[in-house]
């Protein structure tokens, strides 16, 4: 149940990932999802916005400070685009199918084959780390405990033999205390 949850998760991503972003209608966060767009580039580009929506790609270069047609043309390579054409001018087809319609297709279609030395994507070396992290954690957790009990055993033999001294201390001044009690002859 878990893998197939996580089959439609990837997939969902993965449509996302690769869904097109039209500079006249997204968010400022979804502009920042485009590589090469940050915070300054998308504020820019919706300050323009409000002068009207960009009518191509020419426009969009001219009126937003730093993007010139080879920056242009690298957010159009990552999914971005203008009134729904992409920088050569051949529209996107837009992923705007119902999660359903996604999640019904195999898990093969859309995500790729991880690579045999790509480690972040390697699901083995994931689960062998997570599990040598785990065992690090409770090695660690375990020692934690046993110096705690070593000191609360260590501050329970010190309270003991304290207790001890002062019965020791208390016996001794009785028969001090007596024999001061006592009346002379």
Do not use: C, H
Request: proline content about 5%.
């Amino acid at each position: 149940m878990l893998k197939k949850i996580l089959a439609v998760l990837v997939m969902l991503y993965a449509t996302l990932s690769f869904a097109a972003v039209d500079v006249n209608k997204a968010t400022a966060a979804e502009l920042d999802a485009i590589k090469g767009i940050g915070p300054a580039i998308s504020g820019r580009i919706i300050e323009e916005r409000k002068n009207g929506n960009f009518k191509d790609w020419s426009d969009f270069v001219s009126r937003v400070k730093g993007v010139g047609d080879v920056t242009a043309s690298k957010f159009s390579a990552e999914g971005l685009t203008v009134n729904g054409a992409s920088k050569t001018g051949a529209p996107i087809v837009k992923a705007d199918k119902p999660a359903a319609a996604v999640a019904a297709k195999p898990a093969q279609a859309a995500a790729p084959a991880p690579a045999a030395t790509d480690v972040k994507t390697d699901p083995k070396v994931d689960a062998k780390a997570k599990k040598e992290a785990d065992k690090k954690a409770a090695a660690e957790e375990k020692a934690k405990k046993a110096e705690e009990a070593k000191a609360k055993k260590e501050a329970d033999k010190k309270a003991k033999d304290d207790a001890k001294k002062a019965k020791a201390d208390a016996k001794a001044a009785k028969p001090a205390a007596s024999a001061a009690s006592a009346p002379k002859k």
